[in-house]
T-cell receptor, first 112, second 113 residues
Framework: AQKVTQAQTEISVVEKEDVTLDCVYETRDTTYYLFWYKQPPSGELVFLIRRNSFDEQNEISGRYSWNFQKSTSSFNFTITASQVVDSAVYFCALRGYQKVTFGIGTKLQVIP | EPEVTQTPSHQVTQMGQEVILRCVPI?????FYWYRQILGQKVEFLVS????????KSEIFDDQFSVERPDGSNFTLKIRSTKLEDSAMYFCASSEIGQGLYTFGSGTRLTVV
């Protein structure tokens, strides 16, 4: 069985602060993918990143960075210098062979 | 960048009516999926479809739901007799064979009144 835990249900930060969204996962699959999606108020799922289980290299994309640690089954997401446009719900997700299992989401509010 | 297309973006239907949600997966993808997200909750798996049959379904996917790939390009989700609690965002997804690229559509917001 797969499980994704996002312990932070809501986070508020002041603009320009850095913020880290936590994600811990469980799976018995030896090969799997991890994702982060952003869901703005309009409701669509915006793909942010995909990592496979064999690639623990951290990634940076602009103000976004991801820290994948297989030893602790974590895939955390950091936004540097947050902006109001970052306000959204962020989902961490795990894919084994077929279906994707989502976490409950973290609602991020960036206050101007 | 190839996309999964869902239509309509928003559908309102009366309780008890049948509704069909439509999806056009990415053309070379072989696996197709439907997910549901009740407002304010997490995205939940409904069903996966491969080789013209259901390969896995969740307990949510009961007899009132069905899926079909009627013409080789569309992938549809039918809800036979909608209930108020079927109001949700429905996401279609498709993937390459095995564990390849996995892409979600932008969703159809279903409102049952």
């Amino acid at each position: 069985a797969q499980k994704v835990t996002q312990a932070q249900t809501e986070i508020s930060v002041v603009e320009k602060e850095d913020v880290t969204l936590d994600c811990v996962y469980e799976t018995r699959d030896t090969t799997y993918y991890l994702f982060w999606y952003k869901q703005p108020p309009s409701g669509e799922l915006v793909f942010l990143i995909r990592r496979n289980s064999f690639d623990e290299q951290n990634e940076i994309s602009g103000r976004y960075s991801w820290n994948f640690q297989k030893s602790t089954s974590s895939f955390n997401f950091t936004i540097t210098a947050s902006q109001v446009v970052d306000s959204a719900v962020y989902f961490c997700a795990l894919r084994g062979y077929q279906k994707v299992t989502f976490g409950i989401g973290t609602k991020l509010q960036v206050i101007p | 960048e190839p996309e999964v297309t869902q239509t309509p973006s928003h559908q309102v239907t009366q309780m008890g009516q049948e509704v069909i949600l439509r999806c056009v997966p990415i053309s070379n993808h072989l696996y197709f999926y439907w997910y549901r997200q009740i407002l304010g909750q997490k995205v939940e798996f409904l069903v996966s479809f491969y080789n013209n049959e259901i390969s896995e379904k969740s307990e949510i996917f009961d007899d009132q739901f069905s899926v079909e790939r009627p013409d080789g390009s569309n992938f549809t989700l039918k809800i036979r007799s909608t209930k108020l609690e079927d109001s949700a965002m429905y996401f279609c997804a498709s993937s390459e064979i095995g564990q390849g690229l996995y892409t979600f559509g932008s969703g159809t917001r279903l409102t049952v009144v």
